[in-house]
């Protein structure tokens, strides 16, 4: 049986738990005419949760120690040369043995050792299967049945239930931190190695950026930061500067002008430019945008490369429209009617309430939604990797190509790799610092918006 029909009934049977404990609270809580300290949805609960909870605990843990009772079955009576296999080397091997006993094979012809060892783990794993069909059943069952003994009128059901609930919510908001910490660990590693090579005062005031081909032997100098970052200031100014008039102007209209026929189509219509894959505006700035502001500029005797600085920014630009609007569309109908009531009643015009009343009110939420869009410009990838051009020269002309962090990176990290010179390290470096300038612009955003955001009634 696979995993997937495993779960599936588990949770069919946490289902059917749930169901027979709320009414086996009922009838205990009639047959002793005391009143439940809970609602029977939480004796429901809490049996479905100790019928589900052991089972579940098991299959994660045999999801960590199976890989290493397979490694153990494969290596068993292997060969010294075998035996002594580590690694990407026993990885490999594992692979090759796991396809030869799941039936699809390998390309090419497997030797009698690995015949041997796929009859082994072929075996293996079918008692695996049957053996973890029964202890779970036996898990779930013997918590269906101890959850049911302990239903009486004075158990606090509802607490237990919210106590699990409670730990649930502490280990995924662990997992969220965890997983951020660990990627900033990964890339600090690396970003130290690095800095092994090159020097960091190079690195961050550096103006000239030539990984591949450096003139100084080990990479100094050749490793500057400054025309990189000046690329993606460049890009982030110009799609700020679409998208924030743009966005908060949508925002006001939807908020305070629109009949709420239109505010209901309009905004997930205008939304759903947020989940366009960035790919497709790189395409439709490569093909359309980047072609016309070309065109657009001959007509005045402007030379613009189809691919350059003001056509990524541009389609950026359009992508982050729906983050401001949205976000300052949110903020502005959160300002109370009543300042908006008072306003107009002593003489103000609509335009002059906005201006003097609504947005004054709703600026801290608003300038903390521009620099969330900011932070999202700045890490966009695929934009720039199709539509500027990538020229890392440092200049101030968005009429021409210039090169990101991010399409660095990607540069960097793409193709055959050992991560042992600093062409392949420094893509952690870039990584980290735009992680740490991202982090940096949340974090003004969120102070911004908890120091002077106004409490209302």
Partial sequence: MSNYLLIGGLLI???VAYQYGARRSRAVSKASAKHLHSLPSHYG??????????????LILWSFLQPIFVAWVVKSGAPPDIAAL???DLNQLIGRVTSIASGYGVSDTASAFEREAAGRLSNFLNIVSLAKIVVAACLAVGGLVFALRRITPQLRARNEVEGVIRIVLILCSTVAILTTVGIVMSMFGETIRFFSFVNPIDFFFGLNWNPRFSSTGGGSGDFGLIPLLAGTIMITVIAMLVAVPVGLMIAIYLAEYAHPT??????????LLAGIPTIVFGFFALTAVGPFLSDFGALFGLQIRATSALTAGVVMGMMIIPFISSLSDDIITQVPGAMRDGSLALGSTRSETIKKVILPA????????????????????????MAAGNSPVLHANPFEAVATVTVSIVNQLTGDLDFASPQS???????????VITLGLNVVALYIVRKYREQYE
């Fill in 13 to 15: 049977l946490m289902g």
């Fill in 45 to 58: 609960a809490m049996v479905a949760l100790a019928c589900g909870i052991p089972a579940f605990g098991f």
């Fill in 86 to 88: 580590s690694g990407p």
């Fill in 262 to 271: 239109v505010r209901t189509i309009a905004k997930p219509v205008i939304e």
């Fill in 362 to 385: 709703a600026l801290p939420g608003i300038v903390g939604a521009f620099l969330l869009a900011v932070s999202r410009a700045i890490g966009e990838t695929m934009i720039v990797v």
């Fill in 425 to 435: 390290l420094v893509g952690f470096a870039l990584g980290l610092t735009l992680f």
